[in-house]
């Protein structure tokens, strides 16, 4: 069996290339790269070559974990911690069932499902499942923050292993949260703590000084705290350029003129 | 000897024909006696001399051609598709197909990277100095498309083949010590020779099969479509000298891919294969003596169109474009319903199709007018959506399940890229189904979890609209859940109506049908849209809504009675009146 080729190998081969058997089967022998940059390849979504070719090469280890399993947890990941500006529902799609429903793919969709149906306070006791080092969240690992009863999936430890990024950026998922609850509400100060995972207003108040909004333009950068503030049991989020009152002040004018 | 033999078995019609074609499509380039020939010529000659029968072999008819190695390619490409629809083709047949396909491909690019630009023009055909080939562009389309349609064809068979096999092996009784002759104890000869094996077709199919694995593999499926795209020169800035028919491949090309790309489940993918067709610095494509853009090019062979609307129209509703898929499964259906009036879609070949897609399609749009409560279709669609669907709606209305059974009738047959083992279909307690190879229920599950939320919203959403500002206990209690389980469905309602739409940001709450369904843009003009028709946001525990202002219409009104009018004043011009 000839030595695997590269990424890049393989969509040079795939694209100039006339047909040819034996360079096809060199193609098929394709052994992803460091799991990051194939990781990256796959959440990019530019190369589907590479994506069949795992699942056609790659048979079931003796221990019952494929390659298949290990490079789909790192791009589910990759992906999660990006989300919602990654396309996991794409990426589901794509992986098969049985791959999807062995750990820690199950977990890290579960995760997503969660995220997508904005279920934020059940969604990190799930996340934290996944073995990835604590980063500070609150101690209280209550499943039932909001005092119901779900089917959680029950699944092994996830094992700590090579291909997973060295640093997983839970402040800037948090973040990500965060901005994503702003587009909504003032909400709750109860609902946000429970999103946010956090465990008082202190807490929430030191996170909202770390976390900005960013607008840009080639010219200037203006950073607003995402966290206005905090009034009695009411968080207020700072919105782009609009002023909740003027929205109100709006619809009510436009209720008005309706009538 | 067995050349002069064969040539005297067939028709003088043929012969000629097959000369004629030749020289169309290698020396003359006359479009207009090219389109003669491929559709109207080739099609009488197979009704009256081959109906059920295979046309004469290439290696018969090669003195026509002069031995013409790409023309070869091209003959047996066309027979080779009026065979397979007219016969079951085996499993031989299939890989035959594969071969014609990739030598054809091979010298198609092989031609093309040897052809350098030039210019000229002939007799009311396109004319190089170094054009060698020219195809007319629904030639071109329909090569393609039968491509895929055998790839797809293909992928279904082998899974067909295993699990088959795969019953068979889980069946036969453990010990084969007094049921057979095969030395291997497998299934083997023909006729099921084996007591409880399978039977020998197909442990016969499982053999060639594992013989030919790289027979349609997709990355070889996959690259060749890229490869034309890129012949093509449609995804440079010089596609300028580019020969028309490289040209004509590219673009057909990137719809065949779109349709690969969706039929394998990556949907992203199916939707950005397109860019090239909407790239607004790709020069114009000379088309007989008119200039196309490759959109229009595209759009003038209707089953082209009515493919990349299909798929393009799936691809957005998997990936929860709800109007984008609206307005373009909208724009088609449309234009195929003034079709169908006017009968000028019967006159195209393969319209036995068209109705069997225009339903799949409106079951698609009754989905979407469910789930997408913004219009962006014509009020004769929603009305066609409404009568065929009125049944599906209401169940889903009334709280069951509707959206599977219209998604299942709707959707495309998804298929599995994957090689199965074939080695393990034979021995008992094998898998009965190959690893992975339930594309189409991955795809069907997968669609049922996007559309689980969705009665829950629906139900918000009626009674959000009832109301400027109510208290979301209150409302919580309207869709029988406690205050706290019901705060994410506020935020979950706009992030999943927070979507990607092609084109501008701004949204108008009606968009007329053809006007984007016409108009496509490449992904890289998309922008994030709402799908929401009602505005809310929560102030402390009080939601505030908004609803849209429906944009109210008359002009098709006032057009309508100015049509009906000026009809009324011609048939009084019409009348004689004698004194």
């Not at chain 2, 060698?132 to 293909?154: I, K, N, R, S």
Request: aromatic share 8%; charged share 20%.
């Amino acid at each position: 069996m000839s030595a695997p080729l590269s990424h890049a190998e393989v969509q040079t081969l795939l694209s100039e290339s006339a047909y040819d058997p034996v360079r096809l089967s060199q193609a098929r022998v394709l052994r992803p790269s460091p799991g990051l940059a194939v990781a990256s390849t796959l959440v990019a979504s530019e190369s589907p070559d590479v994506r069949y070719s795992f699942d056609a090469i790659l048979p079931p280890t003796s221990g019952g974990t494929t390659r298949v399993v290990e490079v789909t947890a790192l791009v589910l990941l990759l992906a999660l911690l990006r989300y919602p500006d990654t396309d996991l529902a794409a990426l589901c799609c794509l992986a098969p069932e049985r791959v999807q429903s062995t750990e820690p793919c199950a977990t890290l969709v579960r995760c997503w499902e969660l995220l997508d149906s904005c279920d934020y306070a059940l969604f990190w006791p799930e996340f934290r499942k996944l073995g990835i080092p604590e980063y500070g969240a609150s101690s209280s690992d209550d499943g039932g923050r909001n005092g119901r009863r779900r089917r959680v999936r029950r699944s092994t430890p996830a094992q700590r292993r090579g291909q997973r990024p060295d640093r997983v950026e839970a402040s800037s998922a948090r973040a990500r949260r965060g901005r994503w609850r702003g587009r909504t509400a003032r909400p709750p100060l109860g609902a946000v703590l429970a999103a946010l995972d956090l465990s008082d207003v202190g807490s929430l108040v030191e996170f909202g000084s770390r976390t900005a909004l960013v607008d840009g333009t080639t010219t200037t950068t203006t950073m607003t705290m995402i966290v206005e503030g905090v009034e009695g049991n009411v968080v207020t989020f700072a919105a782009r350029g609009v002023s909740y009152d003027d929205v109100a002040t709006m619809m009510s004018k436009s209720a008005a003129r309706g009538q | 000897m067995s050349d002069e033999a064969s040539s005297s078995l067939f028709p003088d019609s043929v012969r000629d024909f097959v000369f004629d074609l030749h020289d169309a499509s290698r020396r003359s380039f006359i479009p207009s006696e090219q389109a003669g020939l491929y559709q109207n010529t080739f099609r009488e000659i197979t009704a009256k001399y081959f109906p059920n029968t295979a046309w004469p072999s290439s290696s018969a008819i090669a003195s026509e051609c002069g031995n013409d190695p790409l023309f070869l390619a091209l003959y047996d490409e066309l027979t080779s598709r009026h065979l397979q629809s007219v016969k079951r083709p085996t499993v031989r047949d299939r890989v035959a197909g594969w071969r014609t396909y990739a030598r054809l491909f091979d010298l198609i690019l092989d031609e093309s990277s040897s052809s350098t630009s030039g210019g000229g023009g002939g007799e009311g055909g396109v004319t190089t100095t170094t054009t060698t080939l020219y195809l007319v562009p629904e030639w071109c389309f329909d090569l393609m498309h039968e491509f895929l349609y055998q790839f797809q064809g293909f992928c279904q068979f082998r899974t067909a083949t295993y699990v088959s096999a795969a019953r068979y092996a889980s069946a036969a009784p453990p010990s084969s010590s007094s049921s057979s002759s095969d030395p291997d104890g497998e299934g083997s000869g023909s006729g099921g020779g084996n007591v409880g094996g399978p039977p020998g077709h197909v442990v016969d199919a499982v053999d060639v099969l594992s013989q030919n694995t790289d027979a349609w593999a997709v990355e070889s499926v996959s690259s060749y479509l890229r490869r034309l795209v890129v012949a093509g020169g449609a995804s440079s800035s010089s596609s300028s000298s580019t020969p028309a028919v490289y040209r004509f491949l590219a673009y057909f090309g990137s719809v065949t891919l779109s349709r690969l790309e969706c039929l394998l489940g990556d949907y992203r993918a199916s939707v950005s294969a397109l860019d090239v067709l909407y790239d607004p610095t790709a020069s114009a494509v000379a088309v007989g003596e008119e200039t196309r853009t490759p959109e229009e090019l595209v759009n003038g062979v209707f089953p082209a169109r009515l493919s990349l609307a299909y798929h393009v129209g799936v691809s957005y509703l998997m990936l929860r474009r709800y109007r984008d898929s609206a307005s373009v499964l909208g724009g088609i259906c449309l234009f195929m319903q003034r079709g169908f009036k006017t009968g000028q879609l019967r006159k195209i070949p393969g319209s036995e199709q068209f109705n069997k897609l225009f339903d799949r399609m409106i079951a698609l749009l009754a989905i979407l007018s469910h789930v997408c409560p913004m219009s962006v279709i014509d009020d004769s669609i929603a009305s066609i959506v409404r009568e065929k669907h009125a049944n599906n709606l209401s169940k889903i209305e009334a709280g069951e399940e509707g959206y599977e059974d219209l998604f299942v009738f709707a959707c495309p047959k998804f298929v599995n890229p994957a090689v199965p083992d074939y080695g393990r279909a034979l021995r008992p307690g094998c898998p009965p189904v190959p690893y992975g190879h339930d594309a189409y229920k991955l795809q069907v599950q997968h669609f049922m979890t996007e559309m689980a939320p969705h009665a829950t919203l629906r139900k918000m959403r009626s009674y959000m609209s009832l109301y400027t500002s109510i208290e979301v206990e209150k409302l919580a209690s309207f869709n029988d859940m406690k205050a706290e389980e019901f705060v994410p469905w506020l935020a979950c309602f706009k992030h999943r109506m927070r979507q990607l739409e092609r084109g501008a940001a701004v949204v108008a709450p009606v968009v007329p049908a053809e006007a984007v369904a016409s108009g496509g843009t490449s992904t890289a003009a998309d922008r994030v849209g709402t799908a929401l028709d009602i505005h809310y946001y929560v102030s402390g525990n009080v939601v505030h809504v908004d609803e849209a202002e429906k944009t109210r219409r008359f002009e098709t009104f006032f057009m309508k009675q100015i049509e009906n009018n000026n009809d009324i004043l011609r048939q009084l011009e019409n009348i004689k009146i004698e004194m």
